[in-house]
């Protein structure tokens, strides 16, 4: 008899950052007001789902992001370190368009290889750890449903590698917004289908610098 069973991969919801540093890995990055509220619009959208397996990446914002949807269907929040924000060179530092970076000759040798990449953590490795985490839930879930709560690189490039597209990207063109799902759907071990939505979209209209919040 086939087993169908979908495995939720959900990016968390906006962080409070007001140094607008590429936080990374880094500890005590948690959740904002709104990123709160986003959070509990992904709980709110799974609501008639049958989830009966919730885990998540062990920071802060993934944590938090994970616990309405767990209480919703009175489970624990598992841990996969699998799920975690991929490791990045920039890391508390600011980055980004303008602030020169990436005009700067000392970061040069950093930024060579945009393909692996040289900078962070290599595509590969982030799609093979989430692949292996991807399955993990589909196994704790089987027949059921599962949560994932990761970061939106690491969802990404899942995503691409799923789907059998080239790993290195333009990360403007990420479909993966905060809080947004990103859904594995599987007949016994084969994903059949994948679907997305973003349940927090008229929060994240809120916060004009959301889509680009850095970390991640």
Known sequence: MTSSTVVHVLRHGEVHNPD????????????????????KAAAQALAERDVAYVVASPLERAQETAEPIAAQFKLPVAVDERLIESANWFEGKKVGPGDGSFRDPRNWWVLRDPVTPSWGEPYKQIAERMFAALHAARVAAD?????????????????????RKRLWHDPRR????LASLT?????????????YSEPAAHLVAMSP???????A
Do not use: N
């Not at 607008?20 to 959070?39: D, H, N, V």
């Not at 994932?148 to 969802?155: A, G, K």
């Open 183 to 195: 859904s594995f759907h599987f007949e016994d071990e084969k994903i059949v289908g994948i679907g």
């Open 143 to 163: 027949g059921r449903e599962a949560v994932c709560v990761s970061h939106q690189l690491p969802v990404w490039i899942l995503r691409r590698y799923v789907e």
């Open 20 to 39: 607008k540093i590429l936080y990374g890995r880094l500890p005590g990055f948690r959740l904002s007001e709104l990123g709160g509220q986003m959070a």
């Open 209 to 215: 610098g959301a889509r680009t919040a850095k970390g």
């Open 174 to 177: 990420r479909q993966c917004g």
